[in-house]
């Protein structure tokens, strides 16, 4: 089979630089940050600019942007796109900008952003439009099947994006009212990249928590990637083992010491990235990750909530 392209998805909380460079180094072609407020980038907030950090080693990363005003998502689009502004921390510059027409939280929503912005089709298009106008690198789009099962329109926003000239659209199979039940519709992705000129990228994301689902997403929609999202919270090696069945090589999964090792070393790079306290706090929850379906594994949890220090997770993890 011919490799396809394997992309972290953005998640809120979780793709901060230092899970990044861990999937990467476990077989992730492509990453996208967090997702980064247009309003916030022009109003110069410095705690936003640091979602946009680059380290070195994440050099093929998009940043995603959100928001619904075209005129405010293209000056903050100007910005990351060039790093000139307050706090940018760029080792490789970004190979994209992402806007986000997909996260279904409420308080994103409700401000007429992510997948509100499905919608309004026409807004979706020139949203793109003013981002495509101010930046030199690519714009890609993710979205959803649509706002709720009487509206699915992926196609047609979709085309909007397209028309106004994005050069990829990634497609999560559920609508935002499904939220992340039930299971993801592999035919709306399908029907997106039907839809769409053969030489604009549509990539798969949803559902993919083993080789077997990544196969059936390339058989069942087309698509010219996969794109993974929670299955890598806790097995970023699931990238590993799907590019070693496109290569047509031996996957070996890791052992149990190996995952620990591993979130231990997350969490560690965590709170070099972010100070012990806030770093610790943050990554209690995503090192339990990991350790899911493991013998002891809700001792272990336990301990991990109540631990503050680097050391604490340390013993916790290694026991």
């Known amino acids: 089979m011919e490799p396809l392209p394997l992309i972290l998805a953005p998640m809120a909380g979780f793709t901060d630089a230092p899970f990044r460079l861990l999937c990467r180094r476990l077989g992730a072609d492509r990453t996208v940050t967090e997702m980064v407020s247009a309003q916030a ?7 936003t600019a640091t979602l946009a950090k680059i380290p070195e080693g994440d050099d093929h990363c998009a940043i995603q942007l959100f928001g619904h005003d075209p005129a405010v998502m293209g000056e903050a689009a100007a910005m990351l796109a060039s790093g000139d502004y307050a706090g940018v921390s760029y080792a490789h510059p970004p190979v994209a900008i992402d806007i986000n027409m997909g996260c279904p939280v409420r308080k994103i929503v409700a401000s007429g952003d992510g997948s509100a912005l499905m ?5 979706c298009g020139q949203v793109v439009a003013a981002v495509v106008r101010t930046v030199r690198i690519p714009v890609t789009v993710k979205i959803r099947a649509g706002w709720d099962k009487e509206h699915v329109n992926a196609v047609e926003v979709a085309a909007a994006c397209v028309e106004n000239g994005a050069a990829q659209i990634a497609v999560h199979g559920r609508t935002r009212n499904q939220m992340y039940a039930p299971s993801s519709d592999n035919g709306v992705i399908r029907s997106v990249r039907q839809a769409l000129p053969a030489n604009v990228p549509v ?10 689902d990544a196969l059936a997403m390339v058989e069942e929609t087309g698509c010219s990637g996969i794109m993974i999202g929670r ?3 806790g097995n970023p090696w699931i990238f590993a083992a799907v590019g070693a069945v496109f290569a047509g090589q031996t996957y070996i999964p890791p052992t149990e010491d190996e995952i620990r090792r591993t979130a ?3 969490v560690a790079a965590i709170v070099q990235d972010k100070g012990e306290e806030a770093g610790v706090r943050e990554s209690r ?8 379906g493991m013998r002891g ?4 949890r336990e301990g991990l909530n109540r631990a503050c220090t680097l050391a604490q997770v340390r013993e916790i993890l290694q026991d």
């Open 119 to 123: 919608q309004n089709p026409a807004l």
């Open 297 to 300: 594994s809700a001792r272990m």
């Open 285 to 292: 929850g995503r090192a339990a990750h990991f350790i899911r």
């Open 203 to 212: 990539i798969g994301n949803g559902d993919i928590r083993s080789v077997a």
């Open 264 to 266: 231990m070393d997350l």
């Open 231 to 233: 299955e890598a919270l």
């Open 41 to 47: 980038m022009v109003y110069k907030d410095r705690k």
